[in-house]
């Protein structure tokens, strides 16, 4: 869950997207977003798959 919100902060500073600890971020992040990616509209300002994995992952660990 730390990930995808420290991916999350990082998409606000394009200064630190091209270092290579940010890419790797960007690649754990992505291995639980893109699924969700594909199911989502492409035209929405704002992505908001990081928000539905953390509700998943709290939901999941509610129900553990």
Not at 20 to 25: D, G, K, N, T
Not at 32 to 50: C, F, G, N, Q, W
């Amino acid at each position: 869950m730390y990930v995808i919100i420290l991916d999350a902060i990082l998409s606000y500073f394009p200064k630190y997207q091209k270092q290579e600890w940010a890419q790797y971020i960007r690649k754990a992040a992505d291995f639980t977003e893109a699924p969700i990616r594909k199911y989502l509209p492409k035209d929405v300002p704002m992505d908001p798959s990081p928000l539905i994995v953390i509700i998943l992952l709290q939901l999941i660990k509610a129900l553990w």
